[in-house]
């Protein structure tokens, strides 16, 4: 089992920046690929970026390439997601997850969700 906690969402003026947090609990998460999705309203929840346990291969959804940056620190059972020059469409809740698999860009891909954060970018 692993519980996900993210925090670090609020509202930012277009070409801000803002560092997503996601906290695990459990002794194995460096075990664990975690991946970044996000949900506007009315929409589906896409997939954002995602980062392998077993070999560190990261994976960036086009829309955000260049701009968001995903990255890991297994000491302190964190994952982050540093937000770049944010645009008016990256406004969503977002939400981290785990899986014990190779990363997936699909929320099917995981077994285990935080809450979410939600994310404004005011234009």
């Known amino acids: 089992q692993v519980q996900l906690v993210e925090s670090g969402g609020g509202l930012v003026q277009a070409g801000g920046s803002l560092r997503l947090s996601c906290a695990a609990s459990g002794r194995t998460f460096g075990r664990y690929s975690m991946g970044w999705f996000r949900q506007a309203p009315g929409k589906e929840r896409e997939f954002v970026a995602a980062?392998?346990?077993?070999?560190?291969?990261?994976y960036y959804a086009d829309s955000v390439k260049g701009r968001f940056t995903i990255s890991r620190n297994n000491a302190k059972n964190t994952v982050y997601l540093q937000m770049n020059s944010l645009k008016s469409e990256d406004t969503a809740v977002y939400y981290c997850?785990?899986?014990?698999?190779?990363?997936?860009?699909?929320?099917?891909?995981?077994?285990?969700w935080g809450q979410g954060t939600q994310v404004t970018v005011s234009s």
């Open positions: 980062i392998s346990w077993s070999d560190g291969s990261i």
């Open positions: 997850a785990a899986d014990a698999k190779r990363a997936s860009t699909a929320p099917s891909g995981y077994d285990y």
